[in-house]
């Protein structure tokens, strides 16, 4: 989602009834707010790219920007200063999901261009940290798998 600037802020409240319509009714309410900003819907375009490997990186970079309401709702946890919310823990189990069904992929007919994509990907990045073995790919995503599940265990309902 993209945030754009459109001009100046202002609100309304009424009870009257109009027929504009860009009001919206609740509870016999009506409602407008002009504001100085409006969201865009914009896809990331690494989840449309040519590469199969560079598609991989931004579903597991997606994945990972997932967990971070995640991570506060539990350092807020930890902190006794919050519940964990129920709605968490449905997300973290889809992350769990969503991240086995990448992993899987990595064992398909594509995987072997997968990991080797991802292994140039990072070398011409200048941060290469899969040397030699592209299996360390694969351990890594395992890894966080049992991490996630681990997590699973501990805020099951």
């Not at 802020?9 to 409602?31: K, P």
């Not at 914009?42 to 970079?61: M, R």
């Not at 006794?80 to 968490?88: A, G, L, P, W």
Request: net charge neutral.
């Amino acid at each position: 989602v993209h945030v754009s600037r459109t001009g100046s802020s202002s609100s309304s409240l009424s009870t009257t009834t109009t027929s504009s319509s860009d009001r919206a009714r609740f509870a016999g309410i009506e409602n407008s707010v002009d504001t100085s900003w409006s969201f865009q819907y914009a896809t990331f375009p690494f989840l449309h790219g040519k590469e199969d490997s560079v598609v991989f990186l931004g579903q597991c970079y997606l994945l990972g920007e997932e967990l971070t309401p995640l991570l506060v709702n539990m350092k807020g946890v930890v902190e006794q200063t919050e519940f964990f919310q129920r709605d968490n823990y449905l997300l973290l189990t889809s992350i769990r999901r969503s991240l086995v069904s990448l992993v899987e992929a990595l064992y398909t007919d594509k995987g072997q261009s997968i990991r080797a994509g991802v292994i140039k990907y990072f070398q011409s990045q200048g941060r290469n940290r899969f040397t030699k073995e592209d299996v360390k790919i694969i351990v890594l995503l395992e890894s966080a798998l049992l991490n996630l599940g681990r997590c699973i265990d501990l805020v099951k309902p």
